[in-house]
């Protein structure tokens, strides 16, 4: 069974930065497409970044453009979201997901995922 194990949340002041891991369990790792989504206390969960199967490719929400970054170390079955430029409104819950199906493309759409993490909390302080 596929495992995805969310950590790097915490508390950070506005304008810090925050490092978030996905490690997955499974040697097929490589062949899945990840994305982030993350959750605010009372919202639908929304789109942050995704990337395909071989890292070449990614796609970020319009909200965190020039702040996030999404990147992958196949051999460590790990996917990271680098969050730079932090605001308040970024405080939520993240989560990791991984799609069965390798692909060139990345997914935008929860729907797309078959498999997702557990959340990590991000806090940013104002």
């Known amino acids: 069974q596929v495992q995805l194990v969310e ?8 304008g810090g ?3 978030l891991s996905c490690a997955a369990s499974g040697s ?3 062949t899945y497409p990840m994305g982030w989504f993350r959750q605010a206390s009372g919202t639908d969960r929304e789109f942050v970044a995704a990337i395909s199967t071989s890292g070449r490719n990614a796609g970020f929400a319009d909200y965190v453009k020039g702040r996030f970054t999404i990147f992958r ?7 990271y979201l ?4 932090l605001k308040p409104e970024d ?4 989560y990791c997901a991984a799609r069965d199906e390798a692909s060139n493309s990345y997914y935008i759409s929860a729907i797309s995922y078959d498999h997702w993490g557990q959340g990590a ?6």
């Open 7 to 14: 950590s790097g949340g915490g508390l950070v002041q506005t």
């Open 17 to 19: 930065s925050l490092r």
């Open 28 to 30: 097929t790792f490589s």
């Open 73 to 79: 170390d196949n051999a460590k079955n790990t996917v």
């Open 82 to 85: 680098e969050m730079n430029s």
């Open 91 to 94: 405080t939520a819950v993240y």
């Open 121 to 126: 909390q991000v806090t940013v302080s104002s």
